[in-house]
C-alpha cells in the first residue's frame, strides 16, 4: 500500500500532449514549430517513467517510453544542426507519423489503465485525520505518553487506524482490545508489583485491580477519588461491552461500533497511563 502522489502530472500530460497534437495536425507543419512542444512533452515523460509516475503504468509506460525514442532519435536529427534545420516541414516525415500514432495509442492505453486501477478515496472518519489513521494513529493519544508504550501496543493502535480508514471494523475492534490489554498489563505491574502473563485476559486483570484497591481503600492508602477507581470501572465497562462480544467468534462490529471501540481504548490507554505516572513518575520507554 502506498500513498498517490502527484496526480497533477497526469493533468499536466494531458495538457502538454494535447497541445502537441493540435501542432502536429497543422498542415505543413515545420520541426520548428513543434521544437518546444516535443521538448516539454519529452522532459515530462522522461520524469514519469523513470521516477516520479503518480500510479504504476504499465502498459501505458511502454507506449512513453517508445515516445520518449522517437523524440530521442528527432534530437540526434535536428538537435545539433543549424538553425534554419527548424524551417524544414515535418509534417508527413517517419517520425510525425510515428508520434501522431503513438500519441494516439497513450491516450487509449491510458484511459483503460487508468479506468481499471484498483484506486478509492478513503472518506473522512468523524474528526480523525485520514493520514494519522493510516501512518500514526498513535497520535490520537498525548505526544508525551507514546514513547511509553511498547513497540507491540504501537503496533495494535495503528493496525486499528488502519482498520478505520480502510472500513474493516471487526478489525479496529481485535486490535483496539490488544492495545488495551497491552497497557492494562503493564498498569497491573504498577499497581499489583507483578506482571501477568502475556496471555492473560483482560478480565483477571480487572479483578486483581479490584482486590488492591479494596485493600487499599480499607488500609486508607487511597481515597474514593483516586484514579484506580476510575480506571476499574472503564476497563470493567471496556471488558463487558466490547472485549468479550468481540472475542465472540459471531460477533461482527459495524463501523460506528468499531469508533465506539477506538475512542473507549483511547481513553482507558490514557486514563491508566496518568494514573501510572502519578503512582511511579519515573518509567522507561517502551514500559506498556
Not at 496518568?274 to 506498556?288: I, Y
Request: proline letters at 5%.
Amino acid at each position: 500500500m502506498q500513498k498517490i502522489s502527484n496526480l497533477y502530472s497526469l493533468y499536466e500530460l494531458g495538457h502538454l500532449v494535447g497541445q502537441l497534437t493540435a501542432s502536429l495536425n497543422r498542415p505543413q507543419v515545420r520541426f520548428g514549430d513543434i521544437a518546444v512542444g516535443c521538448g516539454n512533452v519529452w522532459a515530462l515523460l522522461i520524469r514519469m517513467v523513470l521516477t516520479d509516475a503518480p500510479v504504476p503504468l504499465d502498459s501505458t509506460g511502454r507506449i512513453m517510453k517508445k515516445i520518449v525514442a522517437v523524440f530521442d532519435s528527432m534530437k540526434g536529427q535536428y538537435g545539433d544542426t543549424p538553425s534554419n534545420t527548424w524551417t524544414v516541414v515535418f509534417f508527413g516525415t517517419v517520425e510525425h507519423q510515428q508520434l501522431k500514432d503513438l500519441i494516439i495509442q497513450l491516450e487509449v492505453q491510458l484511459m483503460n489503465e487508468l479506468d481499471s486501477m484498483p484506486i478509492w478515496f478513503v472518506t473522512k472518519r468523524r474528526a480523525y485525520s485520514i493520514e494519522m489513521l493510516i501512518n500514526n494513529a498513535e497520535e490520537a493519544l498525548e505526544a508525551s505518553e507514546v514513547p511509553l508504550l511498547s513497540s507491540t501496543t504501537v503496533y495494535d493502535i495503528r493496525q486499528a487506524g488502519k482498520a478505520i480508514a480502510f472500513d474493516l471494523p471487526t478489525a479496529v475492534g481485535f486490535h483496539a482490545v490488544r492495545a488495551v490489554e497491552g497497557v492494562a498489563r503493564g498498569y497491573h505491574e504498577i499497581i499489583i508489583g507483578r506482571r501477568p502473563n502475556e496471555g492473560d485476559p483482560l478480565g483477571p486483570l480487572i479483578n486483581n485491580l479490584r482486590a488492591k484497591r479494596d485493600t487499599q481503600l480499607a488500609s486508607k492508602q487511597i481515597d474514593k477519588e483516586d484514579l484506580l477507581n476510575i480506571a476499574i470501572d472503564l476497563l470493567a465497562r471496556f471488558n463487558n461491552v466490547y472485549r468479550k462480544p468481540v472475542a465472540h467468534p459471531d460477533m461482527v462490529l459495524k463501523s460506528d461500533a468499531a469508533l465506539n471501540v477506538f475512542d473507549s481504548a483511547k481513553c482507558a490507554i490514557e486514563l491508566m497511563l496518568e494514573d501510572s505516572r502519578r503512582k511511579r513518575p519515573t518509567l522507561p520507554a517502551g514500559f506498556f
